[in-house]
């Protein structure tokens, strides 16, 4: 019985770890696809410069709050599987 609780928990807390480490894989590529997009786009008509900016700033700190809100989604499975309250 102990031995499923803990084996549940291990497993549990694995998947909370892997999980976070996707969410800050996916973020690192959706940042860096965003601004090598928005740098093509820029050299491509310097004129638009500051709306491509700006858009590309709202975009970015969009992806920065997802990417935030399922790592703290990770950290509390984490922390309440293992007991930690």
């Known amino acids: 019985m102990?031995?499923?609780i803990l084996l549940?928990?291990?497993f549990a807390l694995m998947g909370a770890g892997i999980g976070?480490?996707?969410v800050a894989i996916g973020a690192g590529l959706g940042i860096?696809?965003?601004g090598g997009q928005a740098m093509e786009s820029i050299?491509?008509?310097p004129?638009?410069?500051g709306k491509i900016?700006?858009?590309m700033?709202?975009?970015a700190a969009l992806i920065e709050v997802v990417s935030l809100f399922a790592a703290v989604i990770c950290l509390l499975i984490a922390l309440n599987i293992a007991g930690i309250s």
């Open 2 to 4: 102990l031995t499923s």
């Open 8 to 10: 549940t928990a291990g």
């Open 20 to 22: 976070a480490g996707i």
């Open 32 to 34: 860096g696809r965003i």
């Open 43 to 45: 050299a491509r008509q």
């Open 47 to 49: 004129e638009a410069a």
């Open 53 to 55: 900016q700006g858009a």
């Open 57 to 59: 700033l709202i975009i």
